[in-house]
């Protein structure tokens, strides 16, 4: 049985009415007869009625009336438990919510399959309540300001709320062998430093948004690199001051034409290229990761159905998709600070799982006052 819940709880107090009204139909009560005189009874033996008085089935359908009207009132819903709403963008990172048994989780932001974030803001989070349609809770994970005066039914819960002015790495792209350009901002304009896991450390001054590109030169082992103060902590209490390095192993045929590896290059700029075994079936082209998987192939050499300059820019395609894979843009306006409170349109309402139960009651209810009146009017 799905589980039940009220938008208005509080309404159900109008079944404590039924209580004092059923002690009244059912307590015993003396009859009083009037007679012309005791003679013919003196000799037989008066007893008065055992047990509580019956209520007549007019009383049963009025209590019916109460309790359908109450239940209509308090706004029932047949729901599918608690959905969890999380906003599982770079500049969040909600993860790790598991659904309660009965719910589900709606994850925004995650990556496409062409490795770009998409924008996570009010809209997209006031979309996703609104298909909520068979929850009976409704929990948002992000870091959005929460709207005012939130319903029973919705709870706004921040991972990591901003704490001033926040710095972000928006982007990082390879460069060159062991170099990579990173785009940057700093809302503040305070110095910081930029590290990598290797030890490679850089002060610089992030530029406010739109932000700025640095240059960044780390050691063959680098796989990630973040913004910090120069006491070694983070910048705010965002995460979206740390970034994975793409690096790719790209594998070519090995009888790939002689100008592979400049093809190869000017797509992706230090990337490490190695020829294929010779007399072994291999495509045109991959793009290795560093635990050595697959990540994107080309079969063929695109430039000879499309020509020089169609098959560079389908390359250059590929290796822009690979690089957004490893290393996703995070857009600017989710790693803005909100300048004042975020004006939200009107939340939406999910539609109940039963739709139309609360109507359904309150017919039942009507029905039933109907009937109460007419068994009265018929004297039972």
């Known amino acids: 049985m799905p589980p039940v819940s009220f938008d208005a709880p509080l309404q159900l107090g109008w079944l404590v009415l039924a209580l004092p009204w059923l002690w009244w139909l059912t307590r015993r009560r003396p009859h009083r007869h009037e007679v012309g ?3 013919p009874w003196e000799a037989s033996r008066v007893e008065a009625p055992r047990g509580r008085r019956r209520p007549p089935p007019s009383a049963w359908c009025a209590l019916l009336a109460l309790g359908a009207a109450a239940l209509a009132l308090a706004g029932p819903r047949l729901g599918g438990g608690t959905v969890h709403v999380v906003d599982a963008s770079l500049s969040v990172r909600a993860r790790g919510v598991v659904a309660e048994p009965g719910g589900r989780v709606m994850r925004l932001g995650d990556p496409g399959p062409d490795g770009v974030e998409p924008v996570v803001a009010e809209r997209e989070i006031l979309a996703a309540i ?13 870091d959005r300001p929460a709207p005012v005066g939130l319903p029973e039914w919705l709870v706004w819960e921040a991972p990591s709320p901003p ?20 785009h940057l901002m700093e809302e503040a304009g305070r110095d910081l430093v930029l590290a990598a896991d290797d030890g490679s450390r850089m002060a610089v001054t992030a530029a406010p948004p739109p932000g700025a590109l640095v240059e960044f030169t780390v050691g063959p082992t680098a796989r990630r690199l973040w913004l910090e103060t120069s006491a070694g902590r983070a910048p705010d209490a965002l995460a979206d001051h740390d ?46 990761g560093v635990d050595g998987s697959t990540l994107l192939a080309l079969d063929e050499d695109p430039r000879t159905d499309l020509g020089e300059a169609a098959g560079v820019a389908v390359v250059a395609r590929a290796a822009r998709a690979v690089r957004l894979r490893l290393a996703p843009a995070r857009p600017l306006e989710e790693c803005l600070t909100p300048a004042g409170p975020v004006r939200w349109p009107d939340l939406p309402r999910p539609p109940r799982g039963a739709a139309g139960l609360d109507r359904a009651l309150a017919a039942v209810g009507l029905l039933a006052l109907l009937a109460a009146l007419g068994l009265r009017h018929r004297g039972s």
């Open 163 to 182: 704490s001033g002015p926040n710095a972000a790495i928006l982007a990082v792209a390879p460069s060159g062998r062991d170099r990579f350009a990173v």
């Open 243 to 288: 970034a994975a390095l793409p690096r790719v192993r790209v594998v070519l045929a090995a009888d790939a034409g002689g100008d592979a590896e400049a093809l190869v290059a000017a797509a992706w700029p230090g990337a490490e290229v190695v020829r294929a075994d010779r007399g072994a079936a291999a495509p045109f082209l991959r793009f290795l």
């Open 130 to 142: 609104a298909a909520a349609r068979d929850a009976s809770r409704v929990v948002v994970h992000t």
């Open 37 to 39: 005189g005791l003679r």
